[in-house]
């Protein structure tokens, strides 16, 4: 399985193909760009035009120096961390000493650019490795871990006391179906109190969700109908645990429930390219009431993603006064970091 410790916030020299490190790399450079440039500037009128010319140099390097870093970015991290983070900046000085060089061959720039060019790549290039190592340690394996337990820890009562209530509910009326709805509750329970720092496959996520709407559809009769709706997946896809289980159960709790008549639930898993693309839809009995229900399952999901996947992952709701919907974009992970 794939551990939390895996997660990119925790490495000290960060995973190059990571979209929130790309980012904070793009974000951090020409900041740093931005303030040369008015320093150099001699008043705010020509800082615009300063920022431009700097940036047309600036912005080939960064991205070359990117696409390197995350095509070498298993070996280096194979590397001890000085000697990972010594590696970054002298390829860094070393990409703009090879600018500035040709820039000079075609008589650009001086000779002397050429060094000052390098120096300050390093230079760049050395505070935003000490940025990733401050962050790295502020969010350690250890910190991340401890808040994923108490996000969990959130969840595993309310859906407990849920799956218990639904057995409670059969136990006079159908006590065969009691039984065996007590079979299922256990498997829940046991998935319930697995270790939050690992991830599980995409199809003990199904298999989760599938008993868990199973239960209420004991509780709740022909009032409660689920469409799954699977599309090409790897079943054995890491993904991190009880992702979909609270928003089934908010579906059933605030859609399904309030309306006399019931309705569907509807599940959608498929891939799209490198991403994993999750739907839950159900009718509801008006837009407050579902916005005011889904909050708090919502803010832990997000918080969860956030966690595990950085700003790769996402989640989206689409709302109207019949229809909820709540969509999670997860990258596709096949292997541990």
Known sequence: M??????PATQPLPDWRNFGVMLRVLLGINLLAAVAALIQSPDLASWGERFVAMASVVEPLLLIGLAVLSLCRDLLWRLRLRVGQACVLALAGGLAAVLFAYGHSLHLVEAEAVTRGSLLA??????????????????????AEARLAALNARIRPHFLFNSLNAVLSLIRARPKEAEAALEALS??????????????SLADEIALGRQYLELEQLRLGERLAV?????????????????????????????IEPLPEGGTVVVGLERRGDELLVRIANPTAGRSAAAAGNQMALLNIRERLALYYDLEAR??????????????????QRKPR
């Open 2 to 7: 794939t551990s939390i410790r895996h997660f």
């Open 122 to 143: 390093m230079t760049a290039t050395g505070m935003l490795l000490l940025y990733f190592e401050l962050r790295s340690r502020a969010l350690s394996p250890a910190q």
């Open 187 to 200: 498997d829940l329970f046991r998935a319930a109190m697995r270790d939050p720092s690992e991830r599980v």
């Open 227 to 255: 469409d799954w709706q699977l599309g090409e997946l790897a079943l054995d896809l890491p993904i991190p645990p009880l992702m979909l289980q609270p928003l089934l159960e908010n579906a059933v709790r605030h859609g």
């Open 315 to 332: 989640l989206e709701t689409e709302i109207d006064d019949h229809h909820y919907e709540v969509r999670i974009v997860l990258p596709c």
